[in-house]
């Protein structure tokens, strides 16, 4: 009798975990469904368009139109070889077009033929700029110095992808927050350092440093790559860096994961400077979800 109920009791025992393991991998299906749901998928490609009002009244505005098609049309194959170039017509016209460091020749002719086919939506406007996502720039005016809209103007473009699907946090249901912030005033001298390795006379300068270089906070093995290119027709090395200056102020500092789980760019346009900042995580990346969750899901009271 006694061995009957102990063979009993072992197979309820056993049909327990059987049940509780079936229940586990259930659960553990929904949590991966559910994080796949919340991986964030931003697109990378953008195209910024600034077009100055047109004047009210403009006689002259075929004859500046027909100066200036030319020349954007020429500007590409002029700025690709070395990342920068700017021409001018006899009809007032002026043109530049600005690859970020890095690009390769025919990357930056591509982008910037796309860019030139953008400009023509400004009609009759005579100082416009349009910036790419695939890393260029060109804009046209109707002088060759920089007017004060130009001097302060500052776009941040920002996009990325969570390296690790996010957790639903058991508090509040939402995702949990990162914290982790770039040290503004070490950003900025980053910035501003690259105009003396070549961003305001080559074809544009990249450096790489680990995120605990920017960030008192910083966690994990986060990298961080600044490339930059100053417009060198307006920009000595003193006023390159003074705009890369102040376009690694208008990064914002926050919200980039600095902990070795997350991978963001920041792009910065400027008509006379083009900074991106990204940053990336070593390969082999990511733990697998349930050692991801049982460190940074609240423990259960």
């Known amino acids: 009798m006694a061995t009957a109920r102990a063979v009993a009791a072992s197979m309820r025992l056993t049909c327990a975990l059987s049940t509780l393991a079936i229940l586990a991998t259930i659960l553990f299906t929904l949590l991966l469904l559910?994080?796949?749901?919340?991986?964030?998928?931003?697109?990378?490609?953008?195209?910024?368009?600034?077009?100055?009002?047109?004047?009210?009244?403009?006689?002259?505005?075929?004859?500046?139109?027909?100066?200036?098609l030319p020349l954007l049309a020429a500007l590409p194959a002029a700025a690709a070889p070395t990342g920068f170039a700017s021409l001018q017509s006899s009809g007032g016209a002026f043109t530049r077009g600005v690859c970020l460091g890095g690009s390769a020749l025919k990357e930056c002719l591509a982008c910037l033929a796309a860019a030139a086919k953008n400009l023509t939506g400004c009609g009759a406007s005579r100082r416009a700029g349009v910036w790419r996502g695939e890393g260029c720039f060109m804009g046209y005016a109707d002088g060759?110095?920089?007017?004060?809209?130009?001097?302060?103007?500052?776009?941040?473009?920002?996009?990325?992808?969570?390296?690790?699907?996010?957790?639903?946090?058991?508090?509040?249901?939402?995702?949990?927050?990162?914290?982790?912030?770039?040290?503004?005033?070490?950003?900025?001298?980053?910035?501003?350092?690259?105009a003396g390795r070549g961003a305001a006379n080559s074809s544009g300068a990249r450096v790489v440093t680990d995120a605990a270089a920017l960030s008192s906070n910083a966690t994990g093995k986060t990298t961080v790559t600044l490339r930059a290119q100053c417009a060198r027709d307006r920009a000595?090395?003193?006023?390159?860096?003074?705009?890369?200056?102040?376009?690694?102020?208008?990064?914002?500092?926050?919200?980039?994961?600095l902990d070795g789980e997350h991978e963001r760019v920041a792009d910065v346009l400027g008509y006379n400077c083009f900074l991106r900042i990204e940053t990336s995580v070593p390969t082999g990346w990511p733990m697998p979800v349930a050692k991801y969750m049982s460190e940074y899901s609240p423990s259960p009271s």
């Open 236 to 257: 000595a090395a003193a006023d390159c860096a003074r705009c890369l200056g102040g376009s690694g102020r208008e990064v914002r500092a926050c919200a980039w994961g």
């Open 34 to 68: 559910i994080a796949g749901a919340l991986q964030l998928r931003v697109p990378t490609g953008y195209v910024v368009v600034d077009c100055a009002p047109p004047p009210p009244s403009d006689a002259a505005a075929a004859a500046f139109l027909d100066s200036l």
């Open 144 to 194: 060759n110095a920089s007017s004060p809209h130009e001097d302060v103007f500052r776009d941040v473009v920002s996009f990325g992808e969570d390296v690790f699907p996010a957790v639903i946090s058991f508090d509040d249901g939402k995702p949990p927050s990162n914290p982790k912030c770039f040290d503004t005033r070490a950003l900025v001298a980053l910035a501003q350092s690259l």
